[in-house]
């Protein structure tokens, strides 16, 4: 039976419900959720199947969870996936935490993963709302271990419909724990190709060569001794035949662990790289980063100063005011301070309606961030078309804007206190802004043939030119966007 904290759930959603306005029904629909969803779906909650599968809007539905996080209701979670499969590697409370190097004992690999690159961000309900099996890690069974727990089942095979998962499963050949200071038994039956085993937890894993045997099976079958000391998997032999096995695996170590044995097939063996798979749509970590929502209410999440963290794509722009020495000798300093706070705000409103966030204002400039490249030359279109109208309103002197944009990769840090990206993409997403004038805005190549961007600026007047861009060899491509035609 669901255990649920009925008074804890109903303070909870009543603090969401009053954070902010949300479309109709869309907090009965997330209360419904917490309440009757199953364990797998509300322990790694991903808000974009919760926006595909109830009608609700992607982005209200990254920040309705975003919200319930702040509030307690559930618990972010950064995880990181191995790409080849699916396996949740590892999962972090606090961003802080994070490291995008990655090891999978299962495939035996390890290198290094982007925030928008195989990291998750996922929402597990509060265990002091509602107890899940899922929370309580040591007392799961080696299935829900495995199934529930560890792996992935959103991952496909490349260009098709196949669950990794469930193409892997047929691979099992045993899993159990391994109880410390215990040697466990397993029996099964192994084909010509390759055997590992691995510890989802820990990722340690082993890889042996199953080789096809033309001599008459043995009456006794193979034992495979293997040890584990907590850390590693050691065997006396690298390969053993094919046909029945026995697998003695002593734990010599203190705490319990576990195997996973799994038999991989020659067309697999034989493969010069493990496929990519292909995964349902999540929110990534890259993504949060650049929405303002996770920005306000997570204001302490931090990047690991020493190291950042590795985008491999961000759409930065930079927006500047033309003419404010005029503006604040005209209006006076805090007048003028006043008016640009006013335009600040409008900015702010304009990049999250677009999934994107503020980063910092540096004066009277702007540097704001998004996921998605035609994200970023929407909102600055509509920014100057608010601007437009900001100034349309007011008998003061205008409000003129310039802005200049990039995309291309970076390094999430924290500087100041603040979420903030540095590198060469920055720098040039800097310098692309100082070519534009008053009501102009002015793309790198890279970003105005990013996917969408050239049907936004349909029926608007663009101009090419070539410019020289600090940090890149001779002259680059820039488009400026001058107006409607």
């Known amino acids: 039976m669901t255990s649920i904290d009925e008074r804890l759930l109903e303070s909870k959603m009543t603090q969401i419900e009053q954070a902010r306005a949300w479309s109709p029904r869309v907090i009965s629909k997330f209360e419904t959720l917490i309440r009757s969803g199953d364990e797998v779906s509300i322990f790694r909650a991903n808000p974009l199947a919760f926006a595909r599968d109830r009608g609700v809007a992607e982005p209200e539905a990254i920040d309705l969870f975003l919200h319930a996080a702040r509030a307690g209701l559930v618990d972010l979670h950064w995880d990181i996936l191995c790409p080849h499969s699916g396996l949740v590697l590892e999962s972090f409370g606090k961003l802080r935490a994070l490291r995008s190097h990655f090891v999978c004992g299962l495939c035996d690999i390890d290198g290094q993963t982007d925030l928008d690159d195989f990291i998750q961000a996922s929402f597990c ?5 509602r107890r899940l099996a899922l929370h309580d890690v040591d007392n799961l069974s080696i299935e829900d271990l495995h199934w529930k727990l560890k792996f992935a089942d959103s991952g496909r095979l490349p260009g098709g419909q196949t669950r990794f998962v469930d193409v892997l499963r047929t691979l099992v050949r045993g899993m159990t724990y391994l109880p410390a200071g215990v040697t466990t038994t397993l029996q099964t039956e192994i084909n010509p ?5 691995v510890n989802v937890q820990t990722q340690a894993g082993f890889a042996l060569s199953v080789v096809d045997s033309s001599a008459p099976p043995p009456s006794t079958p193979t034992v495979i001794r293997i040890t584990y000391d907590g850390q590693r998997f050691t065997s006396a032999v690298s390969a053993v035949p094919s046909g029945r096995a026995v697998f003695e695996i002593s734990n010599t170590g203190t705490k319990r662990g576990s195997v996973l044995l799994i038999n991989w097939p020659p067309e697999i063996v034989a493969m010069p790289e493990k496929p990519t798979l292909e995964f349902d749509p999540y929110v990534s970590g890259g993504m949060l980063l650049t929405r303002q929502t996770f920005r306000k209410l997570f204001r302490s999440e931090r990047v690991d100063e020493e190291e950042g963290l590795g985008v491999r794509q961000v759409t930065l722009l ?3 005011l033309k003419g404010s020495t005029a503006l604040y000798e005209h209006l006076g300093d805090l007048n003028a301070y006043a008016l640009v706070r006013e335009h600040f705000a409008l900015l ?3 990049a999250q309606r677009h999934a994107g966030a503020i980063v910092k204002t540096i004066g009277d400039a702007v540097m704001a961030a998004f996921s998605r490249p035609a994200d970023a ?3 600055a279109l509509q920014m100057l078309q608010g601007i437009g109208q900001f100034n349309f309103e007011r008998d003061q002197p205008a409000i003129i804007l310039k802005m200049g944009a990039h995309c ?3 390094i999430a840090v924290t500087l100041n206190e603040n979420l903030d990206y540095f590198g060469q993409t920055v720098n040039i997403a800097a310098r692309v802004q100082s070519f534009a004038d ?6 790198t190549e890279a970003l105005y043939t990013a996917p969408g961007v050239r049907q936004l600026l349909t029926g608007h007047d663009v101009e090419e030119f070539d410019a020289p861009l600090r940090g890149v060899e001779g002259n680059a491509r820039v488009y400026r966007i001058t107006g409607r035609s």
């Open 318 to 320: 930079f927006t500047d």
């Open 348 to 350: 702010d409103a304009i």
């Open 438 to 443: 008053a009501g102009e805005i002015c793309l």
């Open 377 to 379: 030359v929407a909102a």
């Open 125 to 129: 309900v509060s265990p002091q709302v």
């Open 408 to 410: 291309g990769p970076s």
């Open 193 to 197: 190709g390759a055997l590992s085993g």
